[in-house]
């Protein structure tokens, strides 16, 4: 059986389909995914992180109000 070339091989890959659509479906979910996640960091995060330090200080003030004399 002769060995096929290199050429006849890669020929053979560039021709071949099979995973396209999966790949194409990774990419567009990709394309729509990453705006939106930029957009949370953005402008979720901060607000996000304004209401977690609100939080510790509260927190933090009602375990001052707490501490016994």
């Known amino acids: 059986m002769p060995k096929p070339s290199f050429l ?15 790949l194409e479906t ?22 996000i992180k304004e209401y977690f330090n609100s939080g510790m200080d509260d927190l933090d003030e009602g375990r001052q109000d707490a501490v016994l004399p």
């Open 26 to 47: 990774i990419l567009i979910i990709g394309a729509i995914a990453l705006p939106i996640l930029i957009f949370l960091l953005r402008v979720g995060w901060p607000r």
């Open 8 to 22: 006849s091989l890669l020929r053979k890959v560039h021709q071949d389909e099979e995973g396209a659509v999966s």
